[in-house]
């Protein structure tokens, strides 16, 4: 069983920066592949930023330059920095971890991000 917990969302104007944090509990992360989703209102949730066990990453065409994903698997957190913000970014950033075997597949409860000025 794992916990998720994101952290780090807020408001912030266009151009500015931000940085996610999603801590785990539970058990331990190195097998797990660890993804950013985002859901703004009225859309559907979508994959921002994904980071394999093994540190291979991919981005969302939206994001890809201006958002950059990480992991510290013995800090048992990932990480989401975003930088150059758009108010098209606004929306609930969630973690995901997903185990390929036996299937796993967990969430936390997500942090909202804004931007505006």
């Known amino acids: 069983q794992v916990q998720l917990v994101e952290s780090g969302g807020g408001l912030v104007q266009p151009g500015g920066s931000l940085t996610l944090s999603c801590l785990a509990s539970?058990?331990?992360?190195?097998?797990?592949?660890m993804s950013w989703y985002r859901q703004a209102p009225g859309k559907q949730r979508e994959l921002v930023a994904g980071?394999?066990?093994?540190?291979?990453?991919n981005y969302a065409d939206s994001v890809k330059g201006r958002f950059t994903a990480s992991r510290d698997d013995a800090k048992k957190t990932l990480y989401l920095q975003m930088n150059n913000l758009k108010p098209e970014d606004t929306a609930v950033y969630y973690c995901?971890?997903?185990?390929?075997?036996?299937?796993?597949?967990?969430w936390g409860q997500g942090t909202q991000v804004t931007v505006s000025s």
């Open positions: 995901n971890a997903k185990l390929k075997w036996p299937p796993r597949d967990y």
């Open positions: 539970g058990s331990n992360l190195g097998f797990y592949d």
């Open positions: 980071i394999t066990y093994g540190g291979r990453e």
